[in-house]
């Protein structure tokens, strides 16, 4: 529980101070990595920002070794409350009444999962097939990379209005949760027995590739979202999703079972569903600025 609540400072501390760094410097393109990453690699509070996040991965391994997938996503997403209030406070981010409403639905339907949890009959599983993480994995990345790409497209049509971030933070939610279920696997492997032996097994199995690849992709993909719509949307957005993909997919993949009891089974699905549905209902788009109003000059009669 204390990895769980630490992962969550580091991470919505991780997205402001990047998000902040990113709002100081020039237009990143995703067409243009290399550029990208020289203008955030020049930013020492960029830096700071990301280290804050690697350190929440790191804290990540130690919850996964000790909680079920479902209940780690629960109590990782009640970070957005943080994130919240700290982008109001460092960015001046506000959120309309509907994004309010919206989170606040998020939270209750993770609570719903948390309250579906019952400490010492939930199984804390260690590994899964590669093939069938491959299974999982693989769609879900090109189905991030088109929604991503589709997501561009449409930014860059002339008068379009301008989007919330929502589709951009679903597509780097899906790329964050096929990551989740590779550290996931990571912790499976993780002992203080035998090092050499932990390191070979992890390098023969696909979760350090899949790391590499949403890190790479990632970092690029959020980026620059997180300079062109606010932090206080799209990181829930992509938060939320890759809870939801972490604990429903990962839950079967790694065989961590449904509970058997209806009560619990109901919270479980309900606020599964109760998510999903708010995501789908959120706004695409920001109000248009309202165009300033000149007054006219008078005249004498």
């Given at each position: 529980?204390?990895?769980?609540?630490?992962?969550?400072?580091?991470?919505?501390?991780?997205?402001?101070?990047?998000?902040?760094?990113?709002a100081?410097?020039?237009e990143?393109?995703?067409?243009?990595?290399?550029?990208?990453?020289?203008?955030?690699?020049?930013?020492?509070?960029?830096?700071?920002?990301?280290?804050?996040?690697?350190?929440?991965f790191?804290a990540?391994?130690?919850?996964?070794?000790?909680?079920?997938?479902?209940?780690?996503q629960?109590?990782?997403v009640?970070?957005?409350?943080?994130?919240?209030?700290?982008?109001?406070?460092l960015?001046?981010?506000?959120t309309?009444?509907?994004e309010?409403?919206a989170?606040?639905?998020?939270?209750?339907?993770l609570?719903?999962?948390?309250l579906?949890?019952r400490e010492g009959?939930?199984r804390?599983?260690?590994?899964?097939?590669?093939p069938?993480?491959?299974?999982?994995?693989?769609?879900s990345?090109?189905?991030?990379?088109?929604?991503?790409?589709?997501?561009?497209?449409r930014a860059?049509?002339?008068?379009?209005?301008?989007?919330t971030?929502?589709?951009?933070?679903v597509?780097?939610?899906l790329?964050?949760?096929?990551?989740?279920?590779?550290?996931?696997?990571?912790?499976?492997?993780?002992t203080?027995?035998?090092?050499?032996g932990?390191?070979?097994?992890?390098?023969?199995?696909p979760?350090?590739?899949l790391?590499?690849?949403?890190?790479?992709?990632?970092?690029v993909?959020s980026?620059?979202?997180l300079?062109?719509?606010?932090?206080?949307?799209?990181?829930?957005?992509?938060?939320?999703?890759?809870?939801?993909?972490?604990?429903?997919?990962?839950?079967?993949a790694?065989?961590?079972?449904?509970?058997?009891?209806?009560?619990?089974?109901?919270l479980r699905?309900?606020?599964?569903?109760?998510?999903?549905?708010?995501?789908?209902?959120?706004p695409?788009h920001?109000?248009?600025?309202?165009?300033?109003?000149?007054?006219?000059?008078?005249?004498?009669?």
């Amino acid at each position: 529980m204390a990895a769980a609540l630490l992962a969550n400072v580091l991470y919505s501390t991780g997205f402001v101070l990047e998000k902040r760094a990113l709002a100081a410097l020039p237009e990143v393109d995703i067409r243009r990595p290399a550029r990208l990453l020289r203008l955030v690699l020049g930013s020492p509070l960029w830096i700071g920002g990301s280290l804050a996040l690697a350190s929440g991965f790191g804290a990540q391994l130690a919850v996964y070794r000790t909680l079920p997938i479902a209940a780690a996503q629960g109590i990782f997403v009640s970070g957005l409350v943080l994130l919240v209030l700290l982008s109001a406070r460092l960015l001046g981010e506000e959120t309309s009444g509907r994004e309010r409403y919206a989170l606040g639905a998020i939270l209750l339907a993770l609570l719903m999962v948390v309250l579906s949890l019952r400490e010492g009959s939930d199984r804390v599983s260690r590994s899964a097939p590669a093939p069938l993480i491959l299974t999982v994995c693989l769609p879900s990345l090109a189905a991030g990379l088109w929604l991503y790409g589709a997501a561009e497209r449409r930014a860059r049509h002339r008068h379009r209005m301008p989007t919330t971030g929502v589709e951009y933070g679903v597509a780097v939610g899906l790329l964050y949760g096929v990551s989740s279920l590779a550290i996931k696997g990571v912790s499976s492997y993780l002992t203080t027995s035998d090092l050499a032996g932990a390191l070979i097994d992890v390098l023969r199995s696909p979760y350090p590739y899949l790391l590499l690849f949403t890190g790479a992709f990632g970092l690029v993909m959020s980026q620059a979202a997180l300079q062109r719509c606010r932090a206080s949307l799209i990181v829930p957005v992509c938060t939320t999703v890759t809870s939801l993909f972490t604990a429903v997919l990962g839950t079967l993949a790694f065989g961590e079972a449904l509970p058997h009891d209806p009560v619990r089974l109901t919270l479980r699905l309900a606020g599964t569903a109760l998510a999903v549905s708010v995501l789908l209902v959120m706004p695409k788009h920001d109000a248009a600025p309202q165009p300033p109003i000149v007054a006219k000059e008078l005249t004498p009669p």
